[in-house]
């Protein structure tokens, strides 16, 4: 009976997985055809004048965009098909998240969010600097949707002295979490968004785990949420 329930689960998180990605892909993918029938009828009509020639551009850049759009989606589950091996170096953590911050300010800008950054002194964590500055870019990416109608994140680093912990906390105004929807956000799979893929924070998961680490959820309705990251510090080095 139990093989079977796990049968099923796994079925029905392939048909979920199955329908995100046609609904994702779909939407560009109906652009692209859309716009390329477009060019070819056009320039089957001769020599195109200036305007034609641009409008043509345009459309292009149309094409060009989409397929971007479709590359991404697939570079995204290919990151959470593949537990790609950590390369393991002595990591400054508020180097990891000045970059976070610099790769996603321009949307935060663009959607009218307040971004605060308040780095504490914290000593180094041995980390796979790419997938920690992901995970990193994934919790800010939900920060930034869940706010659309404006709000602030506050990103902040300190060290947690009696664990021995370096702490990552990333607050917003948003309008947090329902408690029934809490023990899913982990989930493969699991959104709330309508174009969402349910990718995020299992990515966010499987990254602190390989890297021994904890996150923690607080989220209050009508608040906003926090999500802390926790990561081992590396044994402080002796001083001369
Ligand atoms: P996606 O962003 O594609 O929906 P995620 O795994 O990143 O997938 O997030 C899963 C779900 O967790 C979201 O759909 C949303 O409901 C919830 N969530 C995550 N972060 C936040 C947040 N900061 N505020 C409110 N809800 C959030
Ligand atoms: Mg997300």
Same mark, same amino acid.
């Given at each position: 009976?139990?093989?079977?329930?796990?049968?099923? @689960?796994?079925?029905?998180? %392939?048909?979920?997985?199955?329908?995100?990605? /046609?609904? &994702?892909?779909?939407?560009? =993918?109906? *652009?692209?055809?859309?716009?390329?029938?477009?060019?070819?009828?056009?320039?089957?009509?001769?020599?195109?004048?200036?305007?034609?020639?641009?409008?043509?551009?345009?459309?292009?850049?149309?094409?060009?965009?989409?397929?971007?759009?479709?590359?991404?989606?697939?570079?995204?589950?290919?990151?959470?098909?593949? @537990?790609?091996?950590?390369? %393991?170096?002595?990591?400054?953590?508020?180097? /990891?998240? &000045?970059?976070?911050?610099? =790769?996603? *300010?321009?949307?935060?800008?663009?959607?009218?969010?307040?971004?605060?950054?308040?780095?504490?002194?914290?000593?180094?964590?041995?980390?796979?600097?790419?997938?920690?500055?992901?995970?990193?870019?994934?919790?800010?990416?939900?920060?930034?949707?869940?706010?659309?109608?404006?709000?602030?994140?506050?990103?902040?680093?300190?060290?947690?002295?009696?664990?021995?912990?370096?702490?990552?906390?990333?607050?917003?105004?948003?309008?947090?979490?329902?408690?029934?929807?809490?023990?899913?956000?982990?989930?493969?799979?699991?959104?709330?968004?309508?174009?969402?893929?349910?990718?995020?924070?299992?990515?966010?998961?499987?990254?602190?785990?390989?890297?021994?680490?904890?996150?923690?959820?607080?989220?209050?309705?009508?608040?906003?949420?926090?999500?802390?990251?926790?990561?081992?510090?590396?044994?402080?080095?002796?001083?001369?």
């Amino acid at each position: 009976a139990q093989a079977q329930l796990i049968q099923s @689960e796994k079925l029905s998180s %392939l048909g979920r997985l199955s329908a995100s990605i /046609a609904h &994702e892909i779909n939407n560009p =993918l109906a *652009g692209i055809l859309t716009f390329s029938k477009l060019l070819i009828r056009t320039l089957e009509q001769g020599p195109p004048n200036d305007a034609t020639r641009r409008s043509c551009i345009k459309n292009l850049a149309l094409v060009q965009r989409e397929t971007e759009r479709c590359s991404a989606i697939v570079r995204n589950l290919l990151d959470f098909a593949r @537990e790609r091996p950590l390369a %393991l170096k002595e990591v400054d953590v508020n180097k /990891a998240v &000045e970059e976070c911050v610099q =790769l996603l *300010g321009h949307q935060f800008m663009l959607s009218g969010m307040e971004l605060a950054v308040e780095l504490g002194p914290v000593p180094m964590v041995e980390a796979d600097f790419g997938q920690l500055r992901q995970a990193f870019v994934n919790v800010s990416m939900n920060a930034c949707e869940a706010m659309a109608r404006g709000g602030k994140l506050v990103v902040r680093t300190q060290l947690l002295e009696q664990a021995h912990q370096v702490e990552v906390s990333f607050c917003d105004t948003g309008p947090g979490i329902r408690p029934e929807h809490l023990a899913k956000i982990f989930d493969p799979f699991f959104t709330t968004k309508e174009s969402g893929t349910g990718l995020g924070l299992s990515v966010v998961y499987g990254i602190v785990q390989r890297h021994h680490g904890h996150v923690e959820v607080k989220s209050d309705l009508g608040k906003g949420t926090c999500i802390h990251i926790r990561l081992p510090a590396m044994e402080a080095r002796k001083e001369a």
